[in-house]
């Protein structure tokens, strides 16, 4: 048996079986607006760097995702304009589930201490300039 026979290692098949349902579940979140689509991809992007540079490469390079996966992985940063679409996408998911289960249920409450925890995440992490620049946690 040959050492660089393709999917020979098991767990390059894994890897690879969880970036592309990672890019699945992604472009799902493309067209369904309470489905998130950039952290599949960035986990599509992470598998991908394990199994696949191939695979890798073109999700980097991918005309509408690349920015955003180039920006995590080279500077741990995302556009402004990717920071301000993933806060307004959370609190949209927590107005749809206030609504749906009303905004005392147990799913709203325990749904917004989770989205709350993310949205703070996602406010402390740096705004990538157009330069490359990293700027404050704005």
Known sequence: MKKNQPYQNPGRVAYLAIGWICVALGLIGVVL??????????????????????WHQWLRNHTHFGETIRAWEEHHAMPRRAKKI?????????????YIFGPFSLQAIIGGICIAGVAIYVAHIPVLTKTGEQTARS
């Open 33 to 54: 607006p309470l489905m998130p689509t950039t952290i599949f991809l960035l986990a599509a992007a992470w598998a991908f760097a394990r199994s696949s540079e191939r």
């Open 86 to 98: 993933a806060l307004l996408a959370l609190a949209a998911s927590y107005a749809f589930t206030a």
